[in-house]
């Protein structure tokens, strides 16, 4: 077993992050850095802080030079950072050390490092959007084709009362359609860092502050307005969104897994995966890896907010564990994102499997509406208390709970143990689930 799922040649297929995972390589983290240095030579460069010659010389070379990661590897395991080995080789890329000196001048290394990572985080929130919006669509169709399609609600694994298809899939789409909503507060996040050494741009020039302004539109970033080394709340909003977005789908993981299992097969699957040796089994894989990579970003979360405990105004081992946690943490919820999409475009309900459900129960799922009805003729304690006693008989004498209630009480509506009259509002919360999806994309 590799050390990461997602750069198994044989594991990637179950745990899909698409082009995510691309955004969290080497060369893109080198890259991206780059593109960071050569902005902040451009701005440096139009304010004065470095020659404009310079300027133009980095950014050029910024876009032309290639740098090999592997030749980062010894600098970068004595220093603890990258930025120092990539800045020696981007100076020596260029081959021209009049303007090379002026390369990265009064950054620190994670100004460029953090910077870089918002840029690839930028790319990361759009490519999970995408997911996003093609699984709401694919759950808003299958919520309005199923608002009235009856099925048995369960609460602490045990019926309850009729509820509708439509209405599960609502509640699988509802935390989606409010991360989709939230995305534009969790760009604001995505913040340029430029403060130098300690936080105080002290080789930053005469004015830091109109240089990060500058730095932050050049990139199309934010400006936080302050310095961030040590607060990573835009980190933590950030991969608290994706989190989100993961436990959304492992919720629907743990649902699908139910509801396919032997017994109760009230969902058909897309897809699902056979056994080694027992030719009968359909497993609901995909459904069990969302509920994986769900509690994995479970783990990750946490790790990832102690990483944010930084001590005075840079820390090692709390930015080292950021690197370990978050890159993992994104991708998991990328391929649980991913995983879920396709199980909302493919999956369909049993409608047959759901009414022998329903039918097996004897009516037992309307006793709270048998409850109800009865009001009208005592007290609600005492209808309920009558609604138990039936149950009980019934349950000692095999009679179903319609044909004791009929024959207690004849009068009562006709269709009072019809299950698609007891969907309450069911119906109506699958159809505006519909169409809020249809309003928000």
């Known amino acids: 077993m590799p050390a990461t799922p997602f750069d198994s040649a044989h594991l990637s297929g179950l745990f ?48 032309e030079c290639q740098i090999d990661p592997v030749g980062l590897a010894k600098a970068t395991a004595q220093n603890g950072v990258m930025t120092p080995a990539l800045v020696a080789a981007f100076r020596e890329a260029m081959m021209a050390p009049e303007y090379a000196q002026y390369l990265h001048w009064g950054a620190t290394s994670q100004d460029v490092q953090d910077t870089a990572l918002m840029l690839r985080l930028r790319q990361a929130l759009a490519l999970q ?12 169709r299958l919520a309005a084709d199923h608002a009235e399609t009856p099925m048995a609600a369960r609460t ?43 936080g105080t741009a002290s080789a930053l020039g005469p004015d830091p502050v109109a240089l990060r302004a500058a730095l932050a539109e050049k990139l199309g970033l934010h400006d936080p307005g302050h310095a961030w080394h040590t607060d990573r709340t835009p980190v933590l909003t950030i991969a608290g969104w994706f989190g989100r977005t993961a436990l959304a789908a492992g919720k629907m993981g743990e649902d699908l897994v139910l509801a396919t299992q032997s017994g109760i097969s009230e969902v058909r699957l897309g897809g699902a995966g056979a056994s080694s040796t027992m030719p009968q089994k359909q497993n609901p894989v995909a459904p069990s890896a969302m509920i994986a990579l769900a509690r994995q970003v479970q783990g990750l979360s946490a790790t990832l907010d102690g990483a944010a405990l930084h ?16 890159p993992q943490l994104v991708l998991s919820a990328s391929a649980a994102l991913t995983l879920m999409q396709d199980m909302s475009e493919t999956l369909s309900p049993d409608t047959s499997a759901m009414q022998a459900t329903l039918d097996a129960t004897g009516g037992l799922l309307i006793a709270e509406a048998l409850s109800f009805a009865l009001t009208d003729r005592m007290p609600r ?20 709970l319609t044909d004791a209630a009929r024959a207690e009480w004849p009068d009562l509506p006709s269709d009072l143990f019809d299950a698609t009259r007891q969907l309450g509002t069911a119906p109506s919360e699958a159809r505006a689930f519909a169409d809020a999806v249809t309003k928000a994309i």
């Open 311 to 326: 001590r005075q105004q840079r820390d090692g081992a709390a930015w080292f564990t950021e690197w370990l946690t978050l």
């Open 129 to 140: 959007e995408d997911r996003l919006k093609a699984t709401l669509q694919a759950l808003a």
């Open 156 to 198: 602490y694994g045990q019926h309850a009362t009729p509820t509708a298809f439509g209405a599960q899939v609502a509640q699988w789409g509802w935390p989606l359609l409010s991360a989709l909503e939230d995305l534009p507060r969790v760009r604001r996040q995505l913040v340029v860092s430029l403060s130098g050494a300690a």
């Open 381 to 400: 304690p005492k209808a309920q208390s009558a609604v138990k006693d039936l149950i009980k008989s019934a349950r000692d004498s095999g009679i179903p």
């Open 16 to 63: 899909p992050t698409g082009e995510t995972a691309r955004l969290f390589s080497d060369s893109a983290e080198v890259r991206a850095m780059m593109l960071v240095e050569g902005a902040l030579a451009q701005v440096q460069g139009a304010a004065g802080v470095i020659p404009e010659t310079a300027a133009a010389a980095i950014h050029r070379a910024a876009m």
